[in-house]
Nanobody
Framework: QVQLVESGGGLVQAGGSLRLSCVTS????????MGWYRQAPGKQRELLAR???????IYEDSVKGRFTISRDSIKSTIYLQMSSLKPEDTAVYYC?????????WGQGTQVTVSS
């Protein structure tokens, strides 16, 4: 049973922007820290950004200043606004709780940044 659905990925030129969305269920979302992860080919999945239930955020250095995570508690949805995209941002992007729950991984959304 898929409980998190990511969308919004695509092909974009370097320097461009994309906005990812992740629709979850209330039992996953409410009161929990949520995060965006990505996995590039041949690499391990990494946590990029997290947002706590009260809205504070933490970013990894690789995306700090370029990506913004946000959450909509009414829609049980989290977002990732990505700007100044680089070819090295090419990956499949996922959302999950932080720490992640293995049973919640969705199919992800592919982001490809061309140079």
């Amino acid at each position: 049973q898929v409980q998190l659905v990511e969308s919004g990925g695509g092909l974009v030129q370097a320097g461009g922007s994309l906005r990812l969305s992740c629709v979850t269920s209330k039992n996953i979302f409410l009161g929990n820290t949520m995060g965006w992860y990505r996995q590039a080919p041949g690499k391990q999945r990494e946590l990029l950004a997290r947002i706590f239930s009260r809205g504070s955020t933490i970013y990894e250095d690789s995306v700090k200043g370029r990506f913004t995570i946000s959450r909509d508690s009414i829609k049980s949805t989290i977002y990732l606004q990505m700007s100044s995209l680089k070819p090295e941002d090419t990956a499949v992007y996922y959302c999950n709780q932080v720490p992640s729950d293995p049973s919640y991984w969705g199919q992800g959304t592919q982001v490809t940044v061309s140079s």
